[in-house]
C-alpha cells in the first residue's frame, strides 16, 4: 500500500523474490544461500538477494585492486567530479531511496530522507574535499632544503555499515575514501541489503556514464563471516565499522594483530543534562527526538535524562503527556513519529532490557510494551518507555538499541550531573540544555563531558556531517565524516628535497668519508 513496485525498479530492484549478485561476482562459485528481506513495517516480503561466499569475496577484492591502479592516478578534483555526479544522481532518487530506507529498516520516512540528505551533503562536503586534501610546508633547518608533506590514497577500505543508517554511514566512509584516492568494499548490515543495493546501482551507473570501473565502489552482501574475511584480510588497510561494541572489539584485535587501520564507530550511552538554567521546551523538544527517533536504534540516541531536582517533576509530567500520545505505526506514513524496530529479536531484547531493569530497581513510569493487534501484528512495533533510574544499574550502564529512556535525578552542581553522564563505559554523544555560561562551559571543558560529541541546547542525536563524528572509550575512538577524518582515510609522507649542492646532516651531524 505504502511502498508500490515501481520504487523498487527505479532503484534497480526490479521485483519480489527477485535474487541480485552485485554484478562483480561473475566466474565466482555460486552459493546457493538467498536471504528473503521481509519489512519490519508491515512482515511483507520485499526482495530476496544471494549472499556471497569466499570466492565472491575474493573476486571483488581483485576487482578493488585493478579499480585502484586507474582511480589513484586520477587527480583528486577530478574524482570529486564523480563524486559530485553521485550526489545529484542521489538527489534525483532522494524520494525514492528515502523510501526504501524507511520500509527496509523502519525509521520514519522524515528520517529516511533526512539519511538520503545526510548522504548529498557528505557528496558536496568532497567534493570541496578533493581540491583541499592539504599537507603542511615545513622549514627545514638545513639550507637550500625544503620539506613537506603530502597524503596518498592507502588502497582499499573496507566499510562495514550497521542496519539502523543503511546507507549513510557508508557514504561518510565511501565519499570521503573516493575522494582521497581510494576504492572501497562495502559490506551492508545482512538485515538492510537492499537499500545498498540501490546505492550501488546508483554508483554503477555513474560510474558507466563516466567510463570509469565498478572495482571503484564495491558492494559484498554477506554475513558476518565476510566481515571476519574482511578483518583479517592484509589487502585492506583500512577497515571502517560501525555497530555494536562487542562487534567492534572483534574487528578491532584482528586489524590491530595485522597492524592494519581499524575505524570503529561503536556503541553509544548518550545522556542531556538538564540544568535549572534550562529553557524547558527545547529541552523537551529534543529528548524526545533523541530517545523515540529512528525508534531509540541510534547510536547518538538519548538514552539517560539527567535531570535537576528542582525541575525534575515538571520535566517528568511533560515527557509523560507527550509519550501518552506518541502516534506508533506505520513510518511510510506521514503523521507517524515512531516506527517499528528493525525486527522481533530487536523487540524481544528491549522487553528484556525493561524487565531486567525493574529487578534492578528502576520504576516504569510508561509504555514497554511490544504491541500486537492488528497493523502492529508484525511483532516488532514497541511503546516507548520512561523509567526512573539510579545511573549505577547494570542495565542502564548498557546500550539497549530500542526507545527506552532513563531518568535520572540529580540535586548538586552541574559536576554532579557531568559526573553521572561521564559514569559509562560508552563515550560518544552528550549534551547539556542551560542558558547559564558557567555551567555549559564547564560542561565543555577537559573536566566536562568525556564523549566525542558534546553539545550544548541540541540533543545528542542528529548531528551533521560537517563535524567529525565518533566517540571515545568503548565507542572505540574513530573520527568519520567532517573536519579532518579526511585523513584516517590516507598515507601521510614527509618529503625532504634539496637543491643545493652541499649535503648537510641534520642535527649538525659530522660524517666526513
Ligand atoms: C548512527 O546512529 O550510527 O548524529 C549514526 C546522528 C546521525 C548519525 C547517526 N547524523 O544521529
Redesign the pocket.
Known sequence: RYFPVATLKQLGIEAVNNAWSTGLMDGGEKNEEIKKIHSPVDGNLIASVRMATAADYNNVVNTAQEAFLIWRQMPAPKRGEIVRQIGNKLRENKEALGRLVSYEMGKIVQEGLGEVQ?MIDICDFAVGLSRQLHGRTMHSERPSHRMYDQYHPLGIVGIIS?F??PV??WSWNAMLAAVCGNVCIWKPSEKTPLAALACQHIIREVLADNDLPEGIFNLVIGDAGIGNLMAHDTRIPLLSA?GSTPMGKKVGEAVGARLGRALL?LGGNNAIIITPNADLEMAIRAVVFGAVGTCGQ???STRRLIVHDSVYEEVKERLLKIYANLPIGNPLQENILVGPLIDKTAAKAFEHAIAEVQIEGGKLLIGGEILSDGDYKTGTYVSPAIIEVENHYPTVQEETFGPILYLIKYSGSVEEAIALQNGVRQGLSSAIFSSNLLETETFLSAWGSDCGIANVNIGT???EIGGA?GGEKETGGGRESGSDAWKVYMRRQTNTINFGAELPLAQGIKFDI
Request: some cysteine; overall charge negative.
Open positions: 545526510e550497521a539502523n543508517f549513510a554511514v560501525t564507530e541510534r547510536c547518538t542525536s542528529g548531528a563524528f
